[in-house]
């Protein structure tokens, strides 16, 4: 298998976090985390990931400060995998894309998984792109300025 590109010395700050998220099963890893999902099993049952792949994902986050490893909570011989401050603000990009999916990736009437705010089990509102007096944005509203 070839080996992946680097994007490490890149000035884009879309392609540098590639190399820590850039295939879907770190990104199905982190939903779940964010879903409450600590320990390998529970990934890996969720997943259906041969082992072998997910540990290699688990500690490529681990090792980019996305995970941390604790002890067990129940204080059994186990360690989990915490989400960081770095990994709980992937929460927002975890968002968008599971936004970005329910409107582009199911039918109108097809179920699917919600995000609902706990406090009230409203549905989550839509994200947006706001510039600094809080216009909402669009593509063509903004541009890269490269260094």
Not at 30 to 54: E, P, S, T, W, Y
Not at 107 to 113: G, I, L, Q
Not at 133 to 141: C, F, I, M, T
Request: net charge negative; proline share 7%.
């Amino acid at each position: 298998m070839p080996k992946r590109t680097s994007h490490e010395e890149s000035a884009c700050p879309v392609a540098r976090p590639l190399d820590v998220l850039g295939d879907g099963w770190t990104l199905l890893i982190v939903r779940d985390a964010f879903d409450g999902l600590r320990r390998f099993g529970q990934f890996q049952k969720n997943l259906g990931l041969a082992k072998n792949i997910l540990s290699a994902r688990l500690a490529n986050l681990v090792a980019n400060g996305v995970f941390e490893l604790a002890p067990a909570a129940d204080g059994s011989p186990y360690q989990e995998y915490v989400l960081t401050e770095k990994g709980r603000a992937l929460f927002p990009v975890v968002t968008a894309l599971r936004q970005w999916g329910e409107r582009y990736s199911f039918a109108d009437d097809e179920p699917r998984a919600r995000l609902v705010d706990r406090a009230d089990g409203a549905p989550v509102a839509r994200m947006e792109v706001r510039a600094a007096d809080g216009r909402v944005l669009g593509p063509d509203d903004a541009e890269v300025l490269l260094p």
